[in-house]
């Protein structure tokens, strides 16, 4: 749990930077993300793309972000013409539009987070845990908020 | 507190995490239903560690046998867990049931029942599910879902307060949920300040002479290091929330005060295997407890004690006289039935012992800063309760449910009035199949003198598979209740009420 806590400081930060950002690879493979369980229909979810275990480490730029309105319990969007490979993705529910991930007094989420592959853990996983391989022909990845 | 300061011990401590994964299983440690059912056929007073099996019991009118005394009017709210299993599932620790909060109403020379489920995250997302899937207190759970924090796995089901009209109901390990002092239904969990959200507000909060409320929660259980101190004013509006340094990750489920200071006693734990914070929790009984003396008006500051290890979970009144702090607290001598009260019987099992305790006394000197507990004789007791009109500066009389005679149940079968003082004892036994719970101390209306008033407790009546209510003069414990109201079915035993006039 402590290491979650640590972990939500610096994704709020790194979202905030990334959502700035657009896709920019030239390939053709599609990711479509799917988030389930989104608690309540406010605010926005705010997602990051990285292709590396530096990017998962916030050492390197994401190579995607977005945000998109949380006005569904389920929202799907495409990140399009991306080079196949290894990818994670992290995404954060924006509720109150403060652009941040809430934490309360000693550092615990009180806003919706999830990763790819869904890893059990209480803390930021890995990048492997949390890395999966978009093919050329397109990948579909699952994220359950939590 | 500094706050960088306090993440880098969250960051280095090797604390209780509560919500930490286990990397291996254990063997399956929970309960068996069918286990269950066959101890509850031979042995019906296992019937207070059952499940129930509706979210919803009454409104039921109750007819009294006795009579109600004059005066007496209002509402004992209670709480304790409930909802035991699911899908062949078994809770093995008493303390993960889901919270159902009771309401027994008095009135007009009547009472009525009614009790609902409180409807936390937990216990929506479990009944969607159609079976347990969340981390609990006490119990290995199979294929948990992740949660975001605490709150998601709170079952609110530990105790109940008012404060300003507004019924909550209450567990250590997260927020107050807010009900409908009528209906029972759940408002929802309540946020006293924006970054306070989620954080633990404990089971026992004490009332202060203006009515405002203290409280605190205990942040290591959550990763953190320290405790957290809250004050709530009479009119429900958050005064202060403070952050109290410990020198230790220790634990404690309650506390007690004096008109000047607030009394936190931090039992030394450590953690072992597994994956539930009980089942991983160990009682380090060579270390000493430490004791924070801390003036209401200072709440980051404490002066430090310590005194020979004693596993507790409530304490009676405190008091304050020259210099002195005098504490009453129920010790448990069995650590390992400490860290799991009446697991036998939440397996059906008819060897239970336990549940209770013997009262102590500890003394703090806070000129010489030293500490020593004093034996006071009184034992086999828990939930010890009292006039909360009692002088800060003298022992107040406890009331207590307790163990006498011949009894069937490994539980409490009388209650009585203590002075301990004066070594005098008020007893009523209620029989040897009756199961008698804590009860509330009711002052009488329009009487000063202390200890003018009534008790009010709960009964499980085995023999007769029902559960009730009973309702003493407080002076005249010995002669029995002068009224009993009676449900035709049994439910669980609870814990905590709290008593509220109209």
């Keep these: 749990m402590h290491r979650l806590i640590h972990f939500t400081r610096r994704l709020?930060?790194?979202?905030?930077?990334?959502?700035?950002?657009?896709a920019a690879a030239a390939s053709a493979a599609d990711l479509t993300v799917r988030i389930d369980g989104v608690r309540n229909q406010v605010g926005q979810l705010m997602l990051s793309l990285v292709d590396s275990s530096a990017g998962w480490e916030n050492q390197v730029k994401p190579v995607a972000g977005r945000q998109v309105a949380a006005d569904a319990k389920t929202i799907e969007l495409v990140f399009s013409d991306l080079v196949a490979g290894d990818y994670a993705l992290m995404v954060f529910h924006d509720e109150n539009d403060n652009g941040k991930l809430d934490s309360n007094l000693i550092g615990?989420?009180?806003?919706?987070?999830g990763f790819s592959n869904n890893p059990q853990v209480m803390r930021k996983p890995t990048w492997d845990e949390s890395r999966f391989t978009l093919a050329e022909d397109?990948?579909?990845?699952?994220?359950d908020l939590r | 507190m500094n706050r960088r300061r306090f993440l880098r011990n969250l960051l280095s401590g090797a604390t209780a995490l509560a919500l930490a994964p286990a990397m291996l299983r254990n063997p399956a440690l929970a309960g068996d239903p069918a286990q269950f059912a066959r101890g509850l056929a031979e042995h019906p007073w296992l019937a207070g560690w059952k499940s129930v099996g509706a979210e919803s019991f009454g409104p039921t009118t109750l007819a009294i046998e006795g009579r109600l005394p004059e005066g007496f009017s209002g509402t004992l709210y209670r709480n304790g867990p409930a909802w035991m299993e699911r899908d062949g599932f078994r809770y093995e620790h008493w303390f993960d049931g889901d919270g159902m909060v009771h309401g027994w109403r008095f009135g007009d020379?009547?009472?009525a029942h009614r009790a609902r489920i409180v409807a936390t995250p937990k216990f929506l997302r479990e009944r969607a599910a159609g079976r347990f899937n969340t981390l609990a207190a006490g119990t290995e759970v199979p294929n948990l879902e992740p949660i975001r924090n605490n709150d998601d796995a709170n079952t609110a089901n530990t105790s109940v307060t008012v404060i300003n009209g507004r019924l909550f109901a209450l567990s250590e390990a997260g927020s107050a949920f807010e009900l409908d002092p009528d209906e029972l239904d759940t408002l929802g969990p309540i946020t006293w300040r924006d970054d306070l959200k989620a954080l633990p507000f404990s089971a026992h909060p004490l009332r202060d002479r203006d009515g405002s409320v203290w409280n605190f929660g205990l942040v290591s259980m959550m990763g953190g290091a320290g405790l957290l101190v809250w004050h709530i004013g009479a009119d429900g509006v958050l005064r202060s929330a403070d952050l109290l340094d410990t020198p230790i990750p220790g634990y404690l489920h309650a506390f007690a005060m004096t008109d000047r200071h607030l009394l936190f006693v931090l039992m030394p734990v450590g953690f072992g295997d597994g994956r539930s914070f009980f089942e991983r929790m160990r009682f380090q009984a060579e270390q000493p407890l430490r004791i924070a003396v801390v003036a209401k008006d200072t709440p980051t500051e404490a002066q430090w004690f310590e005194a020979d290890f004693a596993a507790i979970y409530h304490f009676g009144d405190a008091y304050e006289r020259r210099g002195r702090i005098v504490l009453r607290a129920v010790q448990h001598a069995d650590l390992e039935e400490a860290?799991?009260?009446?697991?036998a019987a939440m397996h059906g099992q008819p060897d239970a012992h336990g549940g209770h305790g013997r009262l102590a006394e500890l003394h703090l000197d806070l000129r010489s800063g030293r500490a020593h507990w004093q034996d006071t004789g009184v034992e086999r007791i828990e939930f010890p309760l009292f006039d909360p009109r009692t002088a800060g500066n003298r022992a107040a009389r406890l009331y207590a449910p307790t163990v006498s005679g011949e009894h069937e149940a490994p539980y409490f079968n009388a209650v009585a009035a203590y002075d301990v003082d004066r070594g005098?004892?008020?007893l009523h036994r209620y029989g040897s199949q009756v199961l008698a719970e804590e009860h509330v101390f009711v002052p009488k209306p329009g009487r000063a003198r202390v200890d003018q008033g009534w008790l009010v407790g709960t009964l499980l009546d085995s023999a007769r598979g029902r559960t009730g209510i009973a309702v003493l003069d407080a002076e005249r414990v010995d002669d029995g209740p002068l009224a009993t109201a009676w449900l035709p079915y049994t439910l669980p035993l609870g814990f905590h009420?709290?008593?509220?006039?109209?």
């Design chain 2, 497 to 502: 009420g709290h008593f509220q006039p109209t």
């Design chain 1, 108 to 113: 615990m989420p009180v806003e919706g987070y």
């Design chain 1, 12 to 22: 709020s930060r790194l979202v905030a930077v990334v959502s700035l950002l657009s």
């Design chain 2, 339 to 343: 860290r799991s009260p009446m697991r």
């Design chain 2, 109 to 111: 020379g009547t009472v």
């Design chain 2, 424 to 426: 005098r004892r008020r």
């Design chain 1, 138 to 143: 397109g990948q579909v990845v699952v994220i």
